[in-house]
Nanobody, 124 residues
Framework: QVQLVESGGGLVQPGGSLRLSCAAS????????MAWYRQAPGKPRELVAA???????KYVDSVKGRFTISRGNAKNTVYLQMNSLKPEDTAVYYC??????????????????WGLGTQVTVSS
């Protein structure tokens, strides 16, 4: 299977910046898309930003112009650069990846994997 590990969360003051990283590992054949979701207390999980293997991106309206999603050179990593952070950005941020992996030496299986999440707190 495929494992995702996030890093880079923490406590930051309003107006500050953080950079989240996510690395996928396992018997990966291809990754079609990677994304960042977030979930604040008492709220449903929401898509923050996504990027396809071709480089197309999309963002939730509330982060447009402030957050940037990008893929690493190894293509198994994804980053979320978060600038001009606001208290309402406080949430647990989760990495997601979709693609296919080698379930055996001769077969591929689709995956839709999640990381365990990293806490981002924006507060003075």
């Amino acid at each position: 299977q495929v494992q995702l590990v996030e890093s880079g969360g923490g406590l930051v003051q309003p107006g500050g910046s953080l950079r989240l990283s996510c690395a996928a590992s396992g018997s990966i054949f291809s990754i079609n898309a990677m994304a960042w979701y977030r979930q604040a207390p008492g709220k449903p999980r929401e898509l923050v930003a996504a990027i396809t293997s071709g480089g197309s991106t999309k963002y939730v309206d509330s982060v447009k112009g402030r957050f940037t999603i990008s893929r690493g050179n190894a293509k198994n990593t994804v980053y979320l650069q978060m600038n001009s952070l606001k208290p309402e950005d406080t949430a647990v941020y989760y990495c997601n990846a979709q693609g296919s992996y080698y379930s055996s030496s001769v077969s591929l299986t689709d995956f839709n994997s999640w990381g365990l999440g990293t806490q981002v707190t924006v507060s003075s």
